[in-house]
């Protein structure tokens, strides 16, 4: 049965650090791997969608990569901004299924 | 041009009632999900159609049932609610069913906060 686990639960950083955020998942039989934002009060926003034939995937500021032989994924934000502070998810669909399976999320907050 | 779209986004309610949530997507996809979100913001897959079929059922109670009038629009009614009921509920959406070429990318519409007194 997959489990995705998120650490850390909570980050606190200031304005202009780079940061990793940890996303690590059971069952290393997985198609693809998706982020996630989630403001407070909102919905979700996909943020990136990574492949299992992929390493790596970048949208602006994010890069995701992808180890699927140690059931990992980082999610790297460069020169964070105080509009990064939300919620940060990881999924992978649960087996040959393609519902998601969430982590449990870290709470991000960048102090100006 | 909002994409997943869901009304009501707030519902207050008393144990006992009946409610429907209602789900729009117009981006064209074939697959909807319904996600509840709990207090402490865990998500948890409840159901999902594939072209007005139902594909996922987890283990949820009966009190929920979900309709799919056509492949934009996937609705949740909930029968006699129960305090622990009481969540945010997402829509999702994703071009199909397939897990290649990312055809299971998920959108989220904005949830509906349910609580039950």
């Known amino acids: 049965k997959q489990e995705v686990t998120q650490i850390p639960a909570a980050l606190s950083v200031p304005e202009g650090e780079n940061l990793v955020l940890n996303c690590s998942f059971t069952?290393?039989?997985?198609?693809?791997l998706q982020w996630f934002r989630q403001d407070p009060g909102k919905g979700l926003t996909s943020l990136l969608l990574?492949?299992?034939?992929?390493r790596e995937q970048t949208s602006g500021r994010l890069n995701a990569s992808l180890d699927k032989s140690s059931g990992r994924s980082t999610l790297y934000i460069a020169a964070s901004q105080p509009g990064d502070s939300a919620t940060y998810l990881c999924?992978?669909?649960?087996?040959?299924?393609?519902?998601?399976?969430f982590g449990s999320g870290t709470r991000l907050l960048v102090r100006p | 041009d909002t994409a997943v779209s869901q009304t009501p986004k707030y519902l207050v309610t008393q144990m006992g009632n009946d409610k429907s949530i209602k789900c729009e997507q117009n981006?064209?996809?074939?697959?909807m999900y319904w996600y509840k979100q709990d207090s402490k913001k865990f998500l948890k897959i409840m159901f999902s159609?594939?072209?007005?079929?139902?594909?996922i059922n987890e283990t949820v109670p009966n009190r929920f049932s979900p309709k799919s009038p056509d492949k934009a629009h996937l609705n949740l009614h909930i029968n006699s609610l129960e305090l622990g009921d009481s969540a945010v509920y997402f829509c999702?959406?994703?071009?199909?069913?397939?897990?290649?070429?990312?055809?299971?990318?998920?959108?989220f519409g904005p949830g509906t906060r349910l609580t039950v007194l």
């Open positions: 990574i492949q299992s034939s992929q």
């Open positions: 999924a992978v669909p649960g087996g040959s299924s393609y519902k998601l399976i």
């Open positions: 069952d290393s039989a997985i198609y693809n």
């Open positions: 159609y594939n072209n007005k079929e139902l594909i």
């Open positions: 999702a959406s994703s071009q199909g069913r397939g897990l290649a070429g990312g055809r299971n990318e998920q959108f």
């Open positions: 981006l064209g996809h074939d697959t």
